[in-house]
């Protein structure tokens, strides 16, 4: 971890080593013969933060009936399964992001077909209902905002398709 071994001779082990961890090595005394297998993070000299995977065994003192002498700390770095993991669950979490959006690209297509087709409905009717009016009728200018009302219906529904289509690229900024 990057200590030279003369500036950690003589420290207690839960200020040489455990406060280098986190979660610090529990102590606590489990089943003979057990082997506990843990990831935890630790602190190097340099304030660097490593992963590193832990396998603890008890060492018993055989010749005086078993007694529990210590525990014995083998560890690996890890960093690098634990870099390439956080990497997958990123790009995991980009796909469900994906096909969230596709779905609501989707679901914009599937609404602005349903909207367009009465909106030109309205508008051609209008359009007509407007032509056969006198030009002083006040019908004619009523169809008329009929008229204008669905061409900007029309363009919000226009607006969410584009939006629907757009690559995220393009939405970044």
């Known amino acids: 971890y990057g200590w030279p071994a003369l500036e950690r001779m003589g420290l207690p082990v839960t200020a040489a080593y455990s406060a280098l961890f986190t979660p610090a ?69 980009s796909l469900v992001e994906s096909a969230r959006l596709a779905a609501i690209g989707e679901l914009a297509a599937g609404v602005a077909h349903q909207i367009n087709n009465p909106l030109t409905a309205i508008i051609a009717e209008a359009q007509i209902l407007g032509r056969e009016q006198p030009a002083e009728s006040p019908c004619r200018e009523s169809a008329a905002i009929i008229e204008q009302a669905g061409w900007k219906a029309q363009q919000a529904v226009q607006d969410l398709l584009e939006f629907s289509r757009s690559t995220p690229d393009t939405l970044q900024s």
């Open 25 to 93: 090595p529990d102590p606590v005394s489990f089943d003979a013969n057990r082997v506990l297998e843990v990831e935890r993070r630790a602190l190097t000299r340099r304030g660097e933060t490593v992963w590193i995977g832990s396998r603890v065994t008890e060492l018993h003192d055989e010749f005086t009936g078993g007694a529990l002498l210590g525990f014995m700390d083998v560890t690996r770095d890890i960093t690098a399964r634990k870099k390439a993991e956080e990497q997958i669950q990123a790009a995991q979490a």
